[in-house]
């Protein structure tokens, strides 16, 4: 079976550029000239540094991918593991460190869970119910923590997800490959997978197909949650306290990763090779702004540039592609 069963309908559907296998060598060439190009790019310690960021940015983005193929959008995700590393951090001393974890991951997965039912049985448009989730979590982190950070005790338990390793290779992408490898399967190789991309190209013809529009919603929101409360453990290992304020570009860079894989915002395509690829390119330009000692706010100038400039490829591509076949079929007639 093919991982993009709804994916790939040929040349028209996507540029080339945006398709696979085109987007890994778009990526391997960014990180050819970036080596080239930036001092300490290319260096070891500087390459693992990358690829700890996108392990993170990359099992949170295996939740937006989901979403994202589903026609839907999550926005969420910052403020879930802002409010789960507050809530982690105040368990410590009376539920330990693997108690803890447990019950900041079971609230971000409560989150996915009520964000799917207002999309899914109440008809909230994705982006209003997402981003009222935010606002939601921001405020009760902000509450919880009395606005300001919360130090978590030393503990190599507690800093094991994030700087443990297995093998000699660090733990976040040892989990960041197991996230993927669960995505390829879910979306390659189970049911609930091809409900989404039915849903998402078209999900009044998934309803009259016989599926549960309403089921297939909620459970890619619920599973969204899953992957983000992996990221957002990670996350909190990594900064060792609990932060009202952490990761609010998060959402942003998971939207930009699958936007700039190839992953048509409108839903009903994708794969987890687009996905690898997308915050692959987000981290190195991420990565590429640091070692240049430019301002930080150009990280977000460039992410914003990005989407916009792969959703227009899209759009275009996709007119063309229409525009085309409108014409071939003027010409069979």
């Not at 996108?54 to 994202?68: K, P, R, T």
């Not at 974890?101 to 971000?108: D, R, T």
């Not at 982190?141 to 994030?162: E, M, N, Q, R, V």
């Not at 839903?267 to 997308?278: H, K, P």
Request: aromatic share 6%; proline share 6%; net charge positive.
């Amino acid at each position: 079976m093919s991982s993009f069963p709804l994916g790939d309908r040929g040349p028209s559907s996507m540029p080339a550029i945006l398709r696979p296998p085109a987007i890994l060598i778009v990526t391997a060439l960014l990180f050819g000239l970036a080596a080239l190009a930036v001092p300490r790019f290319g260096t070891l310690g500087n390459i693992e540094n990358v690829l700890r960021i996108a392990a993170i940015l990359g099992i949170v983005a295996c939740g937006q991918a989901i979403v994202v193929i589903l026609a839907g959008i999550e926005f969420s995700f910052g403020a879930s593991a802002a409010l789960a590393s507050v809530v982690i951090v105040m368990a410590l001393p009376t539920a330990g460190v693997i108690g803890a974890f447990l019950l900041g991951g079971l609230l971000i997965i409560t989150i996915g869970m009520v964000n799917g039912l207002l999309v899914a049985r109440f008809a909230v448009p994705p982006v209003i119910a997402t981003l009222g989730m935010l606002m939601i979590a921001s405020g009760l982190a902000a509450w919880l923590a009395g606005g300001l950070p919360i130090d978590a005790p030393p503990s190599d338990a507690f800093s094991w997800p994030a700087r443990g390793r297995v093998l000699g290779i660090p733990v976040p992408i040892l989990i960041a490959a197991a996230a993927f490898t669960a995505l390829h399967v879910l979306l390659a190789r189970s049911r609930l997978g091809r409900g989404w991309y039915l849903v998402g190209a078209n999900a009044t013809a998934a309803k009259l197909a016989g599926l549960s529009v309403p089921r297939l919603v909620f459970s890619g929101y619920a599973v969204a949650g899953l992957f983000c409360a992996l990221g957002a453990i990670i996350l909190t290992s990594r900064v060792a306290s609990g932060q009202p304020m952490l990761a609010p570009n998060l959402p942003f860079e998971t939207i930009a990763a699958c936007a700039v894989g190839g992953l048509p915002l409108g839903g009903g395509r994708g794969n987890v090779l687009q996905v690898a690829c997308g915050v692959l390119i987000v981290a190195m330009l991420n990565n590429i702004v640091v070692l240049l000692n430019l301002p930080t706010a150009y990280q977000l100038i460039l992410l914003g540039t990005l989407v916009v400039t792969a959703v227009l490829l899209q759009r275009d591509w996709a007119f063309l592609g229409h525009a085309v076949r409108v014409l071939t079929s003027g010409r069979r007639g």
